[in-house]
C-alpha cells in the first residue's frame, strides 16, 4: 500500500509562515490533499492539487507538488492563532485515501 | 452542501456490550460510505468501504465480525461494534462519496470509550 510520511510537530510565531511537509510513494496518485483537524473534531479539507499539477494557491493556503520526488508542501501565510490544529496530508489512489501521521501546528504569540 | 454526521459524538460502554455508531449524509445521495479508525496521535486507517446495498470491503486486519458495517440506504452506514473491549476505544471517523466523484466528505468523528 501507499506510504505517507510527514513531519509531527511544527511550532510557528503568530504572523510568520508556516510550511508543512508531505511526502507519499505511489507514483500513481491521482489527488493530494491537505486536511485540518481540530481538538475532537473531524477532518475538514483545506485544499487539493491534481497530480499535473506544480502549484495551487486558495487564500493563504499555498500547496507546491513535485511529483519527480513525490513530495507535497503546504504553507500558511500569516498564521493566526486558530491555524493550530493537526493537519493530515492525503493521497489519493483509486478511490482510496491514504493519510500521513499528522503534524500538530502550534501558533505562539 | 456535502454535509456528513455521526451519531452519537462520544459514547461510553461497558466491555462486553455492542455500540452501533450511524453515518448519514444529511444533503446528498452517498454511493459510497468509509468507516476510519483514528487513534490518539496516529493517522486514519481505513476500516472498510461499504456501498448502498451490498457487503462491506474490510482492510486487511479489520475483523468483520467484530465491526459490522451495514449500508441499507444511500444516506446512512451504520458501524457496530460487536462485544467491544477496551482496545476498542478510539476515534471513528466516517466519509462518504457522491455518485460519480471520488471526494470524500467527512463526518465529525465519534470518540468511544470501552471502560
Known amino acids: 500500500g501507499e506510504d505517507v510520511e510527514q513531519s509531527l510537530f511544527l511550532s510557528v510565531r503568530e504572523g510568520d509562515s508556516s510550511v508543512i511537509n508531505c511526502t507519499y510513494t505511489?507514483?500513481?496518485?491521482?489527488?493530494l490533499y491537505w486536511y485540518k483537524q481540530e481538538p475532537g473534531a473531524g477532518l475538514q479539507l483545506l485544499t487539493y492539487i491534481f497530480s499535473n499539477m506544480d502549484m495551487k494557491q486558495d487564500q493563504r493556503l499555498t500547496v507546491l507538488l513535485n511529483k519527480k520526488d513525490k513530495h507535497l508542501s503546504l504553507r500558511i501565510a500569516d498564521t493566526q492563532t486558530g491555524d493550530s490544529a493537526i493537519y493530515f496530508c492525503?493521497?489519493?489512489?483509486?478511490?482510496?485515501?491514504?493519510f500521513g501521521a499528522g503534524t500538530t501546528v502550534t501558533v505562539r504569540a | 452542501g456535502a454535509v456528513v454526521s455521526q451519531h452519537p459524538s462520544r459514547v461510553i460502554c461497558k466491555s462486553g456490550t455492542s455500540v452501533k455508531i450511524e453515518c448519514r449524509s444529511l444533503?446528498?445521495?452517498?454511493?459510497?460510505m468509509f468507516w476510519y479508525r483514528q487513534f490518539p496521535k496516529k493517522s486514519l486507517m481505513l476500516m472498510a468501504t461499504?456501498?448502498?446495498?451490498?457487503?462491506?470491503?474490510?482492510e486487511q486486519g479489520v475483523e468483520k465480525d467484530k465491526f459490522l458495517i451495514n449500508h441499507a440506504s444511500l444516506t446512512l452506514s451504520t458501524l457496530t461494534v460487536t462485544s467491544a473491549h477496551p482496545e476498542d476505544s478510539s476515534f471513528y471517523i466516517c466519509s462518504a462519496t457522491r455518485d460519480g466523484s471520488y471526494e470524500q466528505y467527512f463526518g465529525p468523528g465519534t470518540r468511544l470509550t470501552v471502560t
Open positions: 444533503d446528498f445521495q452517498a454511493t459510497t
Open positions: 505511489d507514483s500513481s496518485s491521482t489527488y
Open positions: 492525503a493521497a489519493r489512489s483509486d478511490y482510496k485515501l491514504s
Open positions: 461499504s456501498n448502498e446495498g451490498s457487503k462491506a470491503t474490510y
